[in-house]
């Protein structure tokens, strides 16, 4: 079991039991929602270039 921040909203997503996940870059994103993930997949750039948990912002 595991937490993750869904970067949409901030809301905390259990990944076991979270369905909406997408992946961008080599890292899957987790989601309260299909709404929240129609946005990642929308404009993903525009949520992992400023993560509402502010962890692991790497840009290599
Ligand atoms: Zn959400």
Known sequence: MARVQDVVCGMT??????SHKSNY????????SPGCKT??????E??????????ENRND
Do not use: M, Q
């Open 13 to 18: 997503v259990d990944t076991d039991i979270a």
């Open 25 to 32: 870059k080599d890292r899957t994103y987790y989601f309260c």
């Open 39 to 44: 946005a990642f997949e929308g404009e993903p």
């Open 46 to 55: 525009k949520y992992v270039s400023n993560p509402a948990g502010g962890r």
